[in-house]
């Protein structure tokens, strides 16, 4: 399998990785989305699978949304999936659907916090179990005092409001 790896900066706050295999290009979107951030570097990819890894992204912007939600309609036509979205992209999620419309989402990240020393946690969860029924748990083991108090933030159900 071919893979090919590359870096590109867009601005000083942004910047993606993008991986191409034979079938699918993986892209990885590291910083902040907002008014500056270009995406249109990905209009040409050669793939027509295309998947997003939001983990890294630290904030996004009602400007940041309205440029995704452009370059999400310049991409029909692909296959597109979200993995590793953390809260602050979920929010997104379920606030505005054009955000994630064509997409399917794969993996989340849900917010656990410790009742015990206060560590805060993102836990990765499957979209793809949780409509299969799969429990959402509200407590977990803490990863920092291993107390079995560390406490989901909110209720799974607000999360995964997109999953209807
Ligand atoms: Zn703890």
């Known amino acids: 399998m071919n893979t090919a790896k590359k870096l590109d900066i867009i601005n000083d706050h942004f910047r993606f990785e993008l991986t191409e295999t034979d079938k699918v290009t993986h892209i990885k979107l590291m910083g902040i989305i907002d008014e500056d951030t270009d995406f249109s570097s990905l209009l040409n990819l050669k793939n027509s699978a295309i998947v997003f890894h939001f983990q890294e ?61 206060e560590h805060e946690q993102n836990i990765l969860m499957s979209v793809i179990d949780y409509k299969k029924g799969v429990l959402i748990p509200q407590m977990m083991k803490c990863g920092q005092c291993n107390s079995e108090e560390m406490e989901l933030d909110g209720n799974a159900k607000q999360y995964f409001a997109f999953a209807k």
């Open 57 to 117: 992204v630290t904030s996004i912007n009602s400007c940041g949304i309205r440029t995704w939600v452009n370059f999400m309609k310049d991409l029909q036509g692909s296959t597109i999936e979200f993995a590793e979205c953390p809260p602050l992209i979920v929010r997104q999620m379920n606030m505005v659907p054009s955000f994630s419309e064509s997409a399917n989402i794969s993996t989340v990240f849900l917010p656990y916090v410790c009742n015990d020393c």
